[in-house]
């Protein structure tokens, strides 16, 4: 089962920022927060992942609170292309993922 | 870099034929590959985790012997679906461990294989 709790969908206007939640508070210590998405019919594709510091990519950011339990995912200005389903996911990275349904982004002009 | 292909992206063949799909990792070497399917509207399912140079290590419920897995290189991996049923069509995606990865690894995805079987 998956270990992560998210938003089945939201929306966002095109050129503004757009932040999805995920909730993982039975977390590890040894544990990593990665975001993955995935575009209709096309593999998942990596964002991002993060032990408990903030994480900037040329993709995103990534937001752990302090006490590990939840994190956020911003895409800073989000374009149509970025419509897809963002899934948040919690492993060691030596460990199999676990999918769980995701959070269905649409990007709106 | 981290690149993953799959071979074909789309397949159709006539029920009790094997089809093989191929997944390579491009500009990296990866000890350990993943095997996942999803059905329309559903999310991904690990089949099975393939070492290269051991056998694959399959999830509960996924039958080794009629998904064949191979590792045969530390880029290449081979799924073979045999005598494949209707029931077996779907979305067969791959991903492949990059160890190079600062106090953690990365899978990273291949673009998926349609398959449909008549």
């Known amino acids: 089962d ?11 206007a095109e050129g503004r920022a757009a932040n999805l939640p995920c909730n993982h508070s039975t977390i590890s210590g040894n544990e990593y927060v990665y975001w993955y998405r995935q575009i ?4 998942p594709q990596y964002i991002i992942h993060g032990l408990k510091n903030n994480e900037t990519n040329e993709m995103a950011s990534l ?13 800073p200005h989000a374009t149509l292309r970025d419509t897809a389903v963002y899934y948040c996911i919690v492993s060691t990275g030596f460990q199999k993922l676990v999918f769980g349904t995701g959070t269905r982004l649409l990007v709106s002009p | 870099g981290a690149v993953v292909s799959q071979h074909p992206s789309r397949v159709i063949c006539k029920s009790g034929t094997s089809v093989k799909i191929e997944c390579r990792s491009l500009d990296f070497q990866a000890t350990t590959m993943f095997w996942y399917r999803q059905f329309p509207k559903q999310s991904l399912m690990l089949m099975a985790t393939s070492n290269e140079g051991s056998k694959a290590t399959y999830e509960q419920g996924v039958e080794k012997d009629k998904f064949l897995i191979n590792h045969a290189s530390l880029t290449l991996s081979t799924l073979t679906v045999t005598s494949a049923h209707p029931e077996d069509s779907s979305f067969y995606i791959c991903s492949a461990r990059d ?3 600062k106090g953690s690894d990365t899978q990273y995805f291949g673009p998926g294989t349609r398959l449909t079987v008549l």
Do not use: V, Y
Not at chain 1, 2 to 12: F, G, H
């Open chain 1, 40 to 43: 209709h019919s096309q593999g």
């Open chain 2, 99 to 101: 160890l190079r990865g």
């Open chain 1, 63 to 75: 937001i752990i609170t302090e006490d590990r339990k939840s994190s956020t995912l911003i895409l």
């Open chain 1, 2 to 12: 998956a270990k992560t709790t998210q938003p089945t969908s939201m929306d966002c």
